[in-house]
């Protein structure tokens, strides 16, 4: 059972590593993808700056006076770059002067807007010192912009301004939103696989429980034919060794022999085994009916042969309340538990047996033996398991079996600081 469960944790964890190895693949396409983009845009603006520092009239640009907007000029360069723009489709061009200040912007209302020096963008030193350069895709107000620098020379071919040219760069925004979206996916992916994941476990664990349980009760169908069929072999000369020695013991025993005694005392103890093996191999069949648990309790204490004090103690609110179980079976189960307690808890100390009822009716059956070890804690319950030097190991099983046929479950504390509590619990 725990290689399946491994087998399938490895599946689980591979379904996880496949999901997230693949999302991985997209979002390093997404990234290259945009690159890619970036790369592309940074080359045609590179170009268009060119292109537009070459067709300017550097003579004409000379003489505009930065925020001049009336001469020949200025009107001159505006229009040219504005004609530019609109067919390139363009965010903007822009013509700095060595300081930072505008000479001439397209579209023109950035002309009006307040000058800020420049000079602490590295893309502007660096156009400044002679050489082309973009940007880096920035975010302005949820849209994306690349812009281009490049250096505006002057009559003499020394750099005079800087030329910048900037363009939306609208697929950048899709590529975030697609970005945004593997995002999700991967989360979904891996919530949903994780909740298909528990619920087929939780499906594989009761499959395998299912199996084994089957595997168990038909284990438990052939142990109990081959014990009723032993049982049934025994009995016999049982009573005929009984017979037997009853006549030998008139013949040739005396008062005192102590043989004669021997002899009944281990018969009578093949005879409790034989029925231990024949209340395992029987499935009794279930009557159930309602009644007061004192009632029980009462029929107890009279099939009770024992010297130890057993207390019986009922919740207030069940004392008056009728519950609904089969009488012999939840009789038979109790005594079985309390003969286990009496036979392991020490002279004078008391057992304590309470009754409880929520939606369930609860039974604690509680010692004061030695406890039970948590190594064999859950082996109590199995058919032929003991510790004792004389035990069937079959009152804890036939006590589980019985439990169990009447739809309930006993649960076993064996660490408690007092000894071993035993829970029974009957639905109602």
Same mark, same amino acid.
């Given at each position: 059972?725990?290689?399946?469960?491994?087998?399938?944790?490895?599946?689980?964890?591979?379904?996880?590593?496949?999901?997230?190895?693949?999302?991985?693949?997209?979002?390093?396409?997404?990234?290259?993808?945009?690159?890619?983009?970036?790369?592309?845009?940074?080359?045609?603006?590179?170009?268009?700056?060119?292109?537009?520092?070459?067709?300017?009239?550097?003579?004409?640009?000379?003489?505009?006076?930065?925020?001049?907007?009336?001469?020949?000029?200025?009107?001159?360069?505006?229009?040219?770059?504005?004609?530019?723009?609109?067919?390139?489709?363009?965010?903007?061009?822009?013509?700095?002067?060595?300081?930072?200040?505008?000479?001439?912007?397209?579209?023109?209302?950035?002309?009006?807007?307040?000058?800020?020096?420049?000079?602490?963008?590295?893309?502007?030193?660096?156009?400044?010192?002679?050489?082309?350069?973009?940007?880096?895709?920035?975010?302005?107000?949820?849209?994306?912009?690349?812009?281009?620098?490049?250096?505006?020379?002057?009559?003499?071919?020394?750099?005079?301004?800087?030329?910048?040219?900037?363009?939306?760069?609208?697929?950048?925004?899709?590529?975030?939103?697609?970005?945004?979206?593997?995002?999700? /996916?991967?989360?979904?992916?891996?919530?949903?696989?994780?909740?298909?994941?528990?619920?087929?476990?939780?499906?594989?664990?009761?499959?395998?429980?299912?199996?084994?349980?089957?595997?168990?009760?038909?284990?438990?169908?052939?142990?109990?034919?081959?014990?009723?069929?032993?049982?049934?072999?025994?009995?016999?000369?049982?009573?005929?060794?009984?017979?037997?020695?009853?006549?030998?013991?008139?013949?040739?025993?005396?008062?005192?022999?102590?043989?004669?005694?021997?002899?009944?005392?281990?018969?009578?103890?093949?005879?409790?085994?034989?029925?231990?093996?024949?209340?395992?191999?029987?499935?009794?069949?279930?009557?159930?009916?309602? /009644?007061?648990?004192?009632?029980?309790?009462?029929?107890?204490?009279?099939?009770?042969?024992?010297?130890?004090?057993?207390?019986?103690?009922?919740?207030?609110?069940?004392?008056?309340?009728?519950?609904?179980?089969?009488?012999?079976?939840?009789?038979?189960?109790?005594?079985?538990?309390?003969?286990?307690?009496?036979?392991?808890?020490?002279?004078?100390?008391?057992?304590?047996?309470?009754?409880?009822?929520?939606?369930?009716?609860?039974?604690?059956?509680?010692?004061?033996?030695?406890?039970?070890?948590?190594?064999?804690?859950?082996?109590? /319950?199995?058919?032929?398991?003991?510790?004792?030097?004389?035990?069937?190991?079959?009152?804890?099983?036939?006590?589980?079996?019985?439990?169990?046929?009447?739809?309930?479950?006993?649960?076993?504390?064996?660490?408690?600081?007092?000894?071993?509590? /035993?829970?029974?619990?009957?639905?109602?």
């Amino acid at each position: 059972m725990k290689t399946s469960e491994r087998k399938y944790t490895v599946f689980f964890w591979l379904g996880i590593i496949i999901i997230l190895a693949l999302n991985l693949l997209l979002w390093l396409y997404v990234n290259q993808v945009e690159d890619r983009f970036a790369n592309e845009l940074k080359v045609r603006l590179i170009s268009s700056n060119r292109y537009i520092g070459r067709i300017i009239d550097n003579e004409l640009l000379n003489r505009i006076i930065p925020g001049e907007r009336n001469s020949l000029e200025y009107i001159s360069i505006q229009q040219q770059i504005e004609t530019i723009r609109r067919q390139d489709t363009l965010q903007s061009i822009l013509l700095l002067s060595a300081d930072g200040s505008i000479l001439v912007s397209s579209p023109e209302l950035l002309s009006i807007q307040k000058e800020v020096s420049r000079r602490t963008n590295s893309n502007f030193i660096t156009a400044l010192n002679g050489r082309f350069n973009a940007s880096d895709p920035e975010q302005i107000n949820e849209s994306w912009y690349m812009s281009a620098y490049g250096p505006i020379l002057d009559l003499d071919g020394f750099v005079a301004g800087v030329l910048i040219v900037e363009a939306k760069a609208a697929y950048f925004s899709t590529l975030d939103q697609l970005r945004n979206s593997l995002i999700i /996916f991967s989360i979904i992916n891996i919530i949903v696989i994780s909740a298909i994941a528990v619920f087929l476990f939780r499906q594989i664990n009761k499959s395998l429980q299912y199996s084994v349980t089957l595997r168990d009760q038909e284990h438990l169908v052939q142990l109990g034919t081959m014990a009723a069929s032993v049982a049934h072999e025994i009995r016999n000369p049982l009573g005929i060794i009984s017979g037997s020695n009853e006549l030998i013991k008139k013949k040739y025993g005396k008062n005192n022999d102590e043989i004669f005694n021997f002899i009944p005392a281990e018969i009578a103890r093949l005879s409790q085994l034989i029925e231990n093996f024949l209340a395992f191999s029987r499935t009794p069949k279930i009557q159930k009916t309602e /009644f007061l648990i004192s009632t029980l309790f009462e029929r107890i204490k009279i099939g009770l042969v024992t010297q130890t004090v057993i207390d019986f103690a009922t919740a207030p609110k069940l004392s008056k309340d009728k519950i609904f179980a089969d009488f012999n079976i939840l009789e038979q189960a109790i005594l079985n538990v309390l003969q286990n307690a009496i036979e392991v808890s020490p002279v004078n100390e008391r057992i304590t047996v309470k009754a409880s009822k929520s939606r369930n009716l609860i039974i604690e059956i509680s010692d004061h033996g030695p406890g039970i070890d948590k190594s064999i804690l859950k082996d109590v /319950f199995q058919p032929f398991f003991t510790t004792k030097e004389k035990g069937t190991g079959l009152g804890l099983a036939i006590t589980k079996r019985l439990v169990e046929l009447s739809g309930g479950n006993i649960d076993v504390k064996g660490n408690t600081p007092n000894g071993t509590v /035993f829970i029974l619990t009957i639905p109602q």
